[in-house]
């Protein structure tokens, strides 16, 4: 399926299709949320960001798509970032129950509070600073056909019905998941701790451009908590 016909309800095929459809999902759900997005993000922006969300979302229900994603060499980094955002796990949880497009526009209230949270200064800044460039630069070679139709704000006249990305079973009957006692906005498992760095691995402590990037973000002490992690 190409990335302008891609419909987000569709049955998974493999780890990777899994990722795709729930970053489909997600990235409707920004465009389509009542925000003011910053010049900085553009497409291809936006479908990095999609990507690596549904990526950490997702990573510790799959290890095919945790070694997806570890393929890029700044994702641990990122995933701190994301950890560290209150909102963001609900955002990703109710586009990944979403049954169709009428249940999207929740998760677009949803991404309201992650920017409401996050601020459109620090994701102009995030989104337009040289760590996230050389990440996007990564993540198009490797998923560059992004679905333009769901950049629109119109509702793409797709089919609906499929399983939850999370995974969790659905009836045949009527599409409705089986509850798991996993609510919407659960926070996703405490990160792993921390692999032991290869000798071929990057020294992100030492990299320039991720300590500038951190103080444009956080305070001070809150850079030293983060680097010393």
């Given at each position: ?9 569709r ?5 990777r ?9 997600l990235?409707h ?7 003011r997005?910053?010049q900085a993000a553009?497409?291809e922006a936006l ?5 690596t969300?549904?990526g950490?979302?997702?990573k510790?229900r ?12 700044s994702?641990?980094?990122l ?8 909102a ?20 677009g ?8 949270e996050?601020?459109?200064d620090k ?11 050389s ?6 070679a490797?998923f560059?056909q992004f679905?333009?139709a ?10 609906t ?6 995974g969790s079973?659905v009836?045949a ?6 509850a ?6 659960e ?5 792993q701790?921390?692999?032991?760095e290869?000798?071929a ?5 030492a ?7 951190l103080?444009?973000l ?10 010393k992690?």
């Amino acid at each position: 399926m190409s990335g302008s016909d891609a419909n987000p309800f569709r049955t998974p095929s493999d780890p990777r299709d899994r990722l795709l459809m729930l970053a489909e999902r997600l990235i409707h759900s920004i465009v389509t949320a009542p925000v003011r997005l910053p010049q900085a993000a553009t497409e291809e922006a936006l479908w990095t960001l999609a990507v690596t969300v549904s990526g950490w979302w997702l990573k510790s229900r799959s290890v095919e798509i945790d070694g997806l994603m570890q393929r890029y060499p700044s994702i641990d980094f990122l995933w701190g970032l994301y950890n560290g955002i209150r909102a963001l796990p609900g955002f990703a949880a109710t586009a990944s129950n979403a049954l169709d497009f009428a249940d999207l526009p929740e998760a677009g209230k949803r991404f309201v509070e992650v920017m409401n949270e996050v601020g459109p200064d620090k994701l102009r800044t995030a989104l337009g600073s040289d760590f996230f460039k050389s990440l996007q630069s990564k993540v198009l070679a490797d998923f560059p056909q992004f679905p333009r139709a769901l950049l629109r704000p119109s509702t793409p006249s797709v089919g609906t019905q499929s399983a939850a990305v999370s995974g969790s079973p659905v009836r045949a009957a009527d599409g409705v998941p089986i509850a798991s006692g996993r609510v919407v906005a659960e926070r996703p498992p405490e990160a792993q701790a921390k692999r032991a760095e290869s000798p071929a691995a990057p020294a992100w402590t030492a990299a320039q451009q991720t300590v500038d990037l951190l103080r444009t973000l956080y305070p001070e002490p809150t850079v030293r908590r983060i680097l010393k992690a």
